[in-house]
C-alpha cells in the first residue's frame, strides 16, 4: 500500500491569533506550503497549473507558535481531469487539522479543465489510499 508524503512546517510567530493560537488563514497557508513541497517531487507538464476547486478542513485542537506540523498527504481520488488529497497534521503527535482539497488541473489560457495526462496518474497513483493507516480522528475536544 503507498505511504503517504510527510512533511514538516513551521507555525511562524506572526501567524498567531489573539488567543495565541494559528490563525486558521495561517493554517491554510501551512497546509499549501505541505502541498508545493509534495507537487515539487514531479515534474508536471510545463505550464499546467492546478487550482483549488474545493478545501474543507477540520480543526481537532489549536495550532501554536513553537512546534513543527508533520503534514501527511495521499491521494484519494483520481477524476478525469481532478484529484482529491487528503490531510492531516500533527503537532506534538496529536492530530490538529485534518481535511481534504480538490485540485483541478487548467489550461493557463482560459481555465479550462485539462484532462490529466498518463504520466500524472501514474504519479499520483503512488500516493493513492482509501484510507490512511494511522488517523486517529475523533471529535473535536471542547477547549
Known sequence: MPEPFRTMVSPRWSDQDLNGHINHAAVVTLL???RIRWRSGHPWPAGAPTVVAALELNYRRPVTHGEDLTVDLWVTRIGSSSFTLNCEARQN???A???RT???SVIPENGAPRPLEEPERRWLEDF???AHQHSTRKPMEQM
Open 97 to 99: 487539522v485534518d481535511g
Open 93 to 95: 503527535g496529536l492530530l
Open 128 to 130: 493513492q489510499t482509501e
Open 32 to 34: 499549501e506550503e505541505s
Open 102 to 104: 480538490v485540485l483541478v
